[in-house]
Every structure is written in structure tokens, then in C-alpha cells.
């Protein structure tokens, strides 16, 4: 008979860890989103204060300057440069010989110390 | 060349045939009577025969074809099918052909006590293995992740992080419906991330929740659930693209779906820095126990974004990662050994992982909704990205996109549903820690 205590207890510890579970992830996960969102830009500021430049208000750094420059842009521009580097493998010269190697002399590879004749 | 062969084969011969030759240095140095050397070679001769025989026997007593049961037949052939879906349909093969091949590998019959299964300890399979038991190669994994994802479209709209958290409604609903079929409170907890659509993380917390060798409150053991759950939660995630596209369409109205996002603003790398510490020092402070996961998670990150390190993010995210994600596989494939899988337990853990697939779609796409209900015009976002908030990275951001360009052609949602994809990561993640915390 003990039986179903035990398992009403557990399904009531189930819905404890169901809600606080829930409401750590939101809480953890908006806190995060809410430093993003806030926190950064201060902290940006402050860095900019401590290097250089004062004068500037915490509405020019904010990333809004960049508003005009989208994902979209970058990833045209990405192309383009893809399509371009890729193009330079066409323009190669046509000309393909073997070219005669002159290796300089070096006693790493010289035939005197082989294995055979000793010294 | 042919002629160092000639005379080894002759000489091979020679040695097989030298008992017939009478070349043999032992029986002329017996030195018998003939007549008792010819009653021993008899009795040799029938023993060698019925010896052979028996030796047939016993050899035939050691294969797969003695030993095979059903069980190990039927989970060959789910294996083969694992790799057919991989191959043929295109469905995360990176995953679906190691895990495939290991469940073959960990289904062929064999006799017990020589050290050849993966659950004998001391054989090669079971040290490999231990890399899943003891939750080794899922930090290893997520280090991997780390140096390969952007997190800028999370940066540049940080409130698409709440759909990474609403997702995880599924891993908590899954935790309780698993209570209510009679499992216990660790082993629920394990069962339930697999709404989490994490692999790794479902690996991890199962290895320290549902491992076989805690000891529950009651004095009983805890089962050991690794192998079905790895299986369920891996072989979901191949499924995202069948799972999660009529949910959308059931939920999400033709209107809502063509919703266009504002391209999102680009993010300067002082951000993408900022991003791996502070986030680790916040998440791993509210759940310290997601430490492993976490911590290695943003220090890939940090690798990558640095732009100092260059040469460790590659190797994590592509020689590192293959190197684990090959063992992981392979080992999880095996760990469905017939005789321990194919288990009500199992049965009833592959339901309820569809239905915390479910779950957790739904959270996400409800919440996306709901979220809407604040935003206005410019603002807005389409409510299909809260599917990519089961974390399943990137698959479910594809398929999100695809669905987007199916009601618009022009309307290209990747970006925008990358980024409560990886918050959903974070998020599962989170909520493992949460549950070992309260459980382990």
C-alpha cells in the first residue's frame, strides 16, 4: 500500500521540478537576452571611455550606425568575392610544361654518405 | 619476386604433407614395434575424425548463426535501415551511418565470456564505450559546436532567446509523462531531454542520470537507459524534417508564415567576444551542473571568435569533432544489444521522445505566436522560427527556411531561425543542468 504514496510523492515532486526547471531556463535565458540587449552597449561604452574618445554619447556607439549594413549586403559581397577568386583559376596560363628542377647541393641528400660506402 | 613465392608455397606444401611422407622426425624416433605403432595411428585416426567433427561442432556453436535470436535479427535489420535512410533519403548520414553500422556491429551473436561485447568488461567495444558511460564525449562534441557556430544572429536579436527557452516545455512535459508511466525520478529526468533534441546532452545526462549503477532512494537500481535514449533522441533528430513541417502547418496560418524578418544588423567581433564569456559566467552561475556542456560549448566559441586561435577552432570543429562524433556513433549504435534494448522500457521511451518532439515544437511555435502579440510592424517575427527553438542544430533552422520559402519563395528565414537554434542548445543544455542538480 505504501506503493502509491510514493508514487503520488514523486509525480508531485515531478510538477516542482517542472516549474522551477521552466522557470530557470526562461529566467537564465532572458537575463542573457537582457545583457545582450542593455548590458553590452554600457559596457561598450565604458570601454570606449577608458580607451579614447569621450566626447562620443552612447547613441552613436551603439551598433545602430551599422544599421544600414545588413547580413544580406555582407553575403553579397561574400559571393561576389567567391565568384572573383574563383574566376582567377580560369585566367591561368595555359601553358603547361615541366619545368626542370635544379636542386642546389646539400649533404642531406648526397649519394657520397649513403648506406653503401662508408667513410 | 615470383620465384621467393615459388619456393615458399613448396615449402608450404612440404610441411603439410610431410606427415604423409613419413617425413616426420618423431615417429622414427620412436622406435615401437610395428605392430603398436599401427594400433596408435588407428586410434589416432578415429579420434582425429570424430575430433574434427566436434571441433565443427564446437566452431559451429561459436558462430552468429547458433547464437542469433530474433531480437539480434531484427536489430540488424533496423541497423541496415538506419543506413538506408541515411544514404538513400539524406537524413543526418554523419550520424545515421556510424550509429547504423554499430548497431549491426553490436547485434551480431556471440558467445558470452570472451570478451567480445560491448557490455564485457574489458573489451575493445566496452573501452570505447566508456566515453558514452561516463559522459566523455558529449563536452568533446559540444566543443566541436561551439567552434562552428555563430552566435551573431542571436547578439544582434537577443529576444529570440526566449524561443530556445520555451522549447524546452517539451523536456519538462516529457519528465512528467514519464513519471506518470511509472519511471522513476532520475531515469524521468533522462528520458526527458530527449525533448531537448540534443543528442550529446541527452547522452550526458542519461550517463549520469540513468546509468545503471545509481542507486535510487528505495535501494533499487537505477536502469541503465543510455542505449534507447542516445537511439531515440539521435534518431529524431534525423527526423526533424518529417516531424516538425506538419506542426507548423497545423499551427502557424498562411498569413502568419509569410511574415518577413528585418535582415538582422551586423555584429562587430567585440561583441562575438563578449558573447562566449559573459554568456558562460551567467549560464554556468544559474546552473553550474551544465558546466561541461556549457563551459567547453562557449570555449569553443571563444576560439573561434577570438581570431588568435585559429588553429585549435579548426581542429575542434572538424578533426576533433569527426574523431568523437565517429566513436560516439558507432559505440551508442552497438550499446542496442538485443537481450538489453529491445525492452518495454525501450518502447516506451521511443514514444515519449515523439511526443517531446512534439511538445517541444509546439512550445516553440506557440510562443513565437505569443511573442508576436507584443511586437509590432518592423518587429515582428515569423512564428516558424519558434520550431528551430528544439535545438537539433542546424537541421531544424533548414527546415524552418524551406517551410518559410514554401509559402514565399522569397522570404529566407536561415539567419533568423539560427538564432533560436542555438539558444535552444543553450537552453537544453541549461535544463539538463537543472535536472541533474535536482536529481543527480
Not at chain 2, 228 to 250: D, N, T
Request: contains cysteine; positive net charge.
Amino acid at each position: 500500500m505504501s506503493f502509491i504514496p510514493l508514487i503520488s510523492d514523486q509525480i508531485s515532486e515531478g510538477y516542482v521540478i517542472l516549474i522551477t526547471g521552466l522557470l530557470i531556463v526562461f529566467c537564465s535565458l532572458l537575463t542573457l537576452s537582457l545583457f545582450f540587449k542593455f548590458g553590452l552597449p554600457v559596457m561598450l561604452y565604458v570601454y570606449k571611455i577608458i580607451t579614447k574618445r569621450k566626447d562620443k554619447k552612447i547613441s552613436e556607439i551603439k551598433v545602430e550606425a551599422d544599421k544600414d549594413f545588413t547580413g544580406e549586403i555582407a553575403a553579397a559581397i561574400g559571393a561576389a568575392v567567391h565568384l572573383y577568386l574563383d574566376q582567377q583559376h580560369d585566367h591561368e596560363s595555359a601553358i603547361l610544361t615541366i619545368k626542370q628542377v635544379k636542386k642546389p647541393y646539400s649533404p642531406w641528400s648526397s649519394k657520397i654518405y649513403g648506406t653503401q660506402n662508408r667513410l | 619476386m615470383k620465384k621467393v613465392i615459388l619456393i615458399f608455397c613448396v615449402l608450404s606444401l612440404l610441411i603439410f604433407i610431410r606427415p604423409a611422407l613419413g617425413l616426420n622426425s618423431n615417429t622414427n624416433t620412436t622406435g615401437n614395434t610395428p605392430i603398436s605403432t599401427n594400433q596408435v595411428d588407428e586410434v589416432e585416426e578415429s579420434g582425429s575424425y570424430s575430433g574434427a567433427f566436434e571441433g565443427i561442432k564446437q566452431f559451429y556453436n561459436y558462430t552468429g548463426f547458433a547464437n542469433a535470436t530474433s531480437g539480434n535479427l531484427l536489430m540488424i535489420f533496423i541497423g541496415i535501415v538506419f543506413i538506408y535512410l541515411g544514404i538513400k533519403f539524406d537524413y543526418e548520414p554523419l550520424l545515421l551511418i556510424p550509429i547504423g553500422a554499430g548497431v549491426i556491429i553490436g547485434n551480431i551473436p556471440f558467445v558470452a565470456g570472451n570478451q567480445t561485447g560491448i557490455y564485457e568488461t574489458g573489451s575493445v567495444l566496452n573501452y570505447l564505450y566508456f566515453g558514452v558511460v561516463k559522459g566523455i564525449y558529449p563536452p568533446l562534441i559540444f566543443l566541436g559546436i561551439g567552434a562552428m557556430t555563430d552566435f551573431s544572429s542571436l547578439i544582434a536579436n537577443p529576444k529570440l532567446m526566449l524561443l530556445g527557452a520555451a522549447a524546452q516545455i517539451g523536456v519538462f512535459a516529457t519528465f512528467l509523462g514519464a513519471l506518470y508511466l511509472g519511471f522513476s525520478l532520475p531515469e524521468a529526468g533522462a528520458i526527458g531531454i530527449i525533448g531537448g533534441a540534443d543528442g550529446p546532452t541527452a547522452i550526458f545526462l542519461s550517463s549520469k542520470l540513468a546509468n545503471g549503477i545509481n542507486i535510487l532512494a528505495d535501494g533499487t537500481t537505477v536502469k541503465n537507459l543510455i542505449g534507447p535514449i542516445a537511439i531515440a533522441a539521435y534518431s529524431y533528430m534525423a527526423l526533424v524534417p518529417v516531424i516538425q513541417p506538419p506542426l507548423m502547418r497545423l499551427l502557424i496560418s498562411k498569413e502568419d508564415r509569410k511574415i518577413k524578418m528585418k535582415p538582422p544588423r551586423a555584429v562587430t567581433q567585440k561583441e562575438k567576444m563578449i558573447f562566449p564569456v559573459v554568456a558562460l559566467i551567467l549560464t554556468t552561475f544559474i546552473s553550474p551542473s551544465a558546466l561541461p556542456l556549457l563551459g567547453m560549448l562557449f570555449f569553443g566559441n571563444l576560439l573561434k571568435e577570438s581570431g588568435r586561435t585559429e588553429r585549435l577552432a579548426d581542429t575542434a570543429r572538424t578533426k576533433l569533432i569527426d574523431i568523437v562524433t565517429i566513436l560516439l556513433g558507432v559505440t551508442v549504435g552497438a550499446s542496442t544489444q538485443a537481450d538489453i534494448f529491445i525492452t518495454k522500457d525501450s518502447m516506451l521511451i521511443f514514444g515519449l521522445g515523439a511526443i517531446s518532439f512534439v511538445i517541444a515544437t509546439c512550445g516553440g511555435l506557440l510562443f513565437a505566436k505569443f511573442m508576436n502579440l507584443f511586437l509590432k510592424g518592423d518587429n515582428k517575427i515569423n512564428p516558424l522560427i519558434g520550431a528551430a527553438g528544439v535545438s537539433a542544430v542546424p537541421d531544424s533552422a533548414r527546415v524552418v527556411h524551406t517551410e518559410g520559402l514554401k509559402s514565399d519563395s522569397s522570404n529566407y528565414l536561415l539567419m533568423h531561425a539560427m538564432a533560436p537554434n542555438v539558444s535552444g542548445v543553450i537552453g537544453s543544455a541549461i535544463a539538463a543542468g537543472i535536472i541533474l542538480s535536482f536529481l543527480g
